[in-house]
């Protein structure tokens, strides 16, 4: 046995690991069976098969691999390689076994690598080098596109430092056309857009900011929750980047007094993304927001979302439920459509006809017929609803309930046999059947038809390589990566009673709370009790909520 296989040898096994994560409540037992019958049905990795499988993020797993082992994680840049390393063991054999040799540690050297349960490769290394190995643990994209960078042809942007620092622009007002169009094929400002979208993606940012000010230009990115400033530029760059992104978007490249709209789809490292744009006139000049519709790093399962194993099988339950209304409430950015996919693809089979009406559709699934509203041409919420419930549907999941006359539709589908998923935007679970009530729906037909309200925000969890402190990883933020917080309001026969009589929100919640009802705040204190997050985030998050609490007590 090596060293490095001595080193690992008590703790190296897959299946303690999956018991670990069971123990952590990030795995449920069904979860772990499915991984352990993969792994040994395949030849595939650890993280290749518990990413395939759809039960982490690859970040995620790299984070709980490590902390199992005992090990660091790393996310080192390509320019901080030592390349006389890579030169002694060769870049083709680290490409094809997925391994990097980062540096020099004392008498070792420091390889990352994506499974830390399969030490061969890296333990090759080690032997090329005639040193001991220290392993790190890194996600295998990471790895990949560092190898692909050191080698040359990654075919990313050019690094900000790099761009040309002379004016794009002279004159910023100008209102030539053709210029304009010519400005936006120059080579800087092609290279700028790209690396900010290319970076926006890396990051796993939401929302890529593009925001004039009155001396220059800031990039911010909404990742986690949290919007950063993450880079500037000269405001001559404005005008060729305003008419790089309307070109992509197909907007009107001339306007520059109203708003617009439009969307674009790019390729970032060979995968497609889709992205939102809103254009917006600002004293400064257009303000632009890309909202990153990338699903190929999202896991819909209920387990890779951060749900309690007894949580599980609660929404396992009502995703059986043979007719009713099922809500998900919070606020935009709450994950709401991530969770209503995840328990809808519990009731996904080829026995049950499955429509969705949503604006946009955010997740692309076969077997599920979905349909894109478009107010332009007069396909709104209520009249695709109508359409949908000519096609002999089973299960139909509408967007958002935005008006009377389609929660109207909604409770007419469910009180003929249908079962409905949909959203509000509500702080609290109580507060979305107060929200019915307000549309103006009468509280027997709400009592007679919701069978349970979801509320939920996504929390920020505490990074584990540096248990809060900062890091490379992290950001220097002290967190990484989110978790749910959730309530689950069960409209009970007495609860459905009190809603029939028309019993105030505060008279529900109390009857909910006295039938097992936990309350948001008081699961968001579990998770911090367990060092999953942390008091300030949970402040942060969930003020709203306790106030709004307050106010009805």
């Given at each position: ?209 593009i925001e004039p000010r009155s001396d220059h230009v800031c990039i911010r990115m909404r990742c986690d929750g949290m919007l950063d400033l993450v880079e500037t530029t000269s405001r001559s760059m404005l005008a060729g980047i305003a008419t ?310």
């Open positions: 046995m090596s060293t490095l296989e001595q080193h690992l040898a008590p703790t190296r096994d897959f299946d303690g690991f999956l018991s670990f994560l069971q123990v952590h409540g990030l795995l449920t037992p069904e979860a772990a069976k499915r991984a352990r019958n993969a792994r040994a049905s395949t030849d595939h990795a650890a993280d290749v098969v518990l990413i395939e499988l759809g039960l982490t993020r690859e970040v995620d797993l790299a984070r709980h691999m490590a902390e199992y082992l005992s090990l660091s994680t790393t996310a080192v840049a390509a320019d901080a390689i030592d390349r006389a390393l890579l030169d002694s063991v060769g870049l083709a054999y680290l490409e094809a076994n997925q391994v990097l040799p980062i540096e020099l540690a004392g008498a070792a050297v420091v390889v990352a690598v994506a499974d830390p349960f399969s030490a061969n490769a890296a333990e090759a290394v080690g032997y090329c080098l005639d040193r001991p190995v220290e392993l790190r643990v890194c996600t295998r994209s990471h790895i990949l596109e560092t190898l692909r960078t050191l080698r040359g042809d990654a075919g990313a942007a050019p690094e900000l430092t790099d761009r040309p620092a002379t004016a794009v622009v002279e004159n910023e007002d100008f209102d030539d056309v053709e210029r304009l169009r010519d400005v936006a094929r120059e080579a800087p400002v092609i290279r700028f857009v790209n690396y900010i979208i290319q970076s926006a993606v890396d990051r796993g940012a939401t929302d890529l900011h790089r992104i309307k070109i992509l978007s197909q907007l009107n490249i001339a306007e520059r007094r109203l708003p617009q709209d439009g969307r674009m789809r790019v390729a970032v490292r060979g995968q497609e993304i889709d992205l939102r744009v809103s254009v917006l006139p600002s004293v400064h000049g257009e303000s632009f927001v890309l909202r990153i519709l990338d699903r190929s790093g999202v896991t819909l399962s209920l387990e890779a979302l951060g749900y309690a194993p007894d949580a599980i099988g609660h929404l396992r339950a009502l995703a059986q439920t043979p007719n009713g209304i099922i809500l998900v409430t919070g606020p935009t950015g709450s994950g709401k459509t991530t969770t209503l996919y995840s328990i809808l693809r519990e009731r996904q089979s080829e026995q049950v006809k499955i429509f969705t009406v949503e604006d946009p559709v955010e997740y692309r699934l076969d077997g599920i017929t979905q349909l894109q509203v478009d107010p332009s041409i007069d396909l709104t919420f209520a009249r695709a609803l109508r359409s949908v419930l000519r096609h002999d549907p089973d299960v139909i999941l509408v967007g958002e309930i935005r008006d009377r006359e389609t929660a109207q539709i909604a409770i007419q589908a469910a009180l003929t046999g249908h079962l409905v998923f949909s959203t509000l935007h509500t702080n609290s679970a109580s507060g979305a059947l107060a929200r019915l009530t307000d549309m103006g729906v009468d509280s027997y037909l709400i009592g007679a038809t919701i069978r349970a309200v979801i509320a939920q925000r996504l929390l920020r969890k505490t990074c584990l390589s540096c248990r809060g402190a900062g890091c490379d990883l992290c950001h220097d933020t002290g967190y990484s990566g989110r978790t749910v917080t959730y309530e689950i309001l069960d409209v009970t026969r007495e609860t459905a009673g009190a809603i029939n009589a028309g019993a105030a929100e505060s008279e529900v919640l109390d009857r909910s709370v006295a039938q097992g009802f936990v309350r948001m705040v008081d699961h968001a204190a579990g998770l911090t009790a367990a060092g999953i997050t942390t008091p300030a985030e949970v402040r942060r998050v969930l003020d709203q909520v306790r106030e709004s609490l307050d106010a009805r007590d």
